[in-house]
């Protein structure tokens, strides 16, 4: 494997690390005004989390080194060394896995070798450098203090989970949830209430923080709590992450709509989308969710014979039985939509009885009868259903 390549190694393990576990990244380096730390050489990824900061002049420090180090140097192993000196240095941080390597300049040299930019180019190893002014000490502060803010908004986030845990379970009351909504600018209005997998973490802080919205890290999950406006409905439909959506009106919605949002995003996992709760909160949306294996039956046994029976006797008791099912119908505007008699329907869907065993009066079998035409047409199996009958194996199970 290439050294460029073990750094993206290493750098997608460190990037897997748990939520706010005190990474940096490069950017963040990058963009601190007051450290003024420069690129010489072209960023290839700018997220490149750094672990450690590492001050060192040892021109091999890889026994001390587990990757995705920040290595501060005045340059001690490259200063007036042969350029395959500087190769090998550079390749043993690469092959590490460092981060970064960062130059002090002003004490050694006031550009480092060309040796050491040409060497890091080629390894792909990010090349910094720092001006003379600003000691080490500043960038081992920084990321000290970066460290330790961004534990604590981990902390917030696994308090707040905790506390709609207990919410949703019952043994806490809405108090305390009306006070983090408030906490965070939630409570005058509806809330947003989005579900994702727990390895979305970084991309849903992208997404919500520049909402004004916030995160609880749940046992299962993340949920991401904004304001229902505009702007974050339009950036979460045009956002790549996978998501289910419930919505809350108030504190005491949370109850529930957690809940939703968490079950919306099963199918958003299945589906690969956002999800909302009112997509699933459906008979559709309940049988969206059921293995097809378990909806066969009702076709065989219900559809299959009706199909078997029209195909012989052209008797029409499929689209009879769907025109009498349609939402809205009774028998005498099916009838009127299939322009029969109401007598001829009735004497059709008491054939549908007598062929099928279920009673399309009856509100049990009305419901079966529902599911049955759902799966032939929705999941494909309308086709199955006549080819079972055309073959006259109706009560066979056809592979999935």
């Known amino acids: 494997m290439t050294s460029a390549g073990r750094i993206a190694e290493r750098a997608a393990a460190v990037d897997c690390a748990a939520p706010h576990d005190g990474t940096m990244r490069l950017c963040d380096l990058l963009s601190e005004p007051t450290l003024q730390v420069g690129a010489l050489t072209p960023i290839r990824e700018s997220a490149q989390p750094i672990r450690y900061v590492y001050p060192t002049e040892l021109a091999d420090p890889s026994p001390y080194l587990s990757g995705g180090e920040l290595i501060l140097s005045v340059g001690v192993p490259v200063a007036d060394q042969p350029d395959a000196a500087v190769r090998r240095y550079v390749s043993t941080l690469a092959g590490q896995g460092v981060s970064a390597l960062v130059v002090g300049l002003g004490d050694l040299f006031d550009e480092p070798p060309a040796a050491l930019l040409h060497a890091c180019q080629d390894a792909g190893l990010p090349l910094l450098t720092?001006?003379?002014?600003?000691?080490?000490?500043?960038?081992?502060?920084?990321?000290?203090?970066?460290r330790t803010a961004d534990r604590e908004v981990g902390a917030r986030e696994r308090d707040l989970g905790s506390l709609l845990r207990w919410f949703v379970a019952g043994t806490l009351g809405v108090g305390p949830v009306q006070s983090a909504l408030a906490e965070h600018g939630l409570a005058a209005g509806p809330v947003v209430v989005c579900a994702f997998a727990p390895d979305s973490h970084g991309a849903v802080h992208q997404l919500v923080d520049s909402h004004g919205g916030t995160v609880a890290l749940l046992d299962d999950g993340l949920v991401a709590l904004c304001a229902h406006t505009e702007e974050f409905t339009a950036a979460l439909s045009e956002s790549e992450l996978v998501c289910g959506v419930a919505m809350a009106p108030d504190a005491q919605s949370m109850a529930y709509a957690i809940p939703e949002a968490m079950e919306a995003l099963q199918e958003a996992v299945r589906w690969r989308r956002t999800v909302h709760i009112d997509e699933i909160a459906t008979l559709d949306g309940l049988l969206a969710?059921?293995?097809?294996?378990?909806?066969?039956?009702?076709?065989?046994?219900?559809?299959?014979?009706?199909?078997d029976h029209d195909r012989v006797n052209n008797s029409h008791l499929v689209s009879s039985l769907e025109a009498f099912l349609a939402p809205g119908r009774d028998i005498s505007s099916a009838a009127n939509t299939l322009y029969v008699h109401v007598n001829t329907l009735r004497n059709r869907l008491a054939k549908v009885t007598e062929l099928t065993g279920a009673n399309p009066f009856e509100e049990t079998d009305r419901i079966n009868f529902r599911i049955a035409l759902w799966a032939a047409v929705k999941m494909g199996m309308r086709d199955t259903a006549a080819r079972h009958a055309a073959t006259g194996n109706a009560g066979a199970v056809p592979r999935r």
């Open 289 to 307: 969710a059921v293995p097809k294996v378990r909806l066969v039956p009702f076709v065989q046994r219900l559809l299959v014979p009706l199909v």
């Open 130 to 146: 720092l001006p003379a002014e600003i000691p080490f000490r500043r960038i081992v502060d920084w990321a000290e203090s970066m």
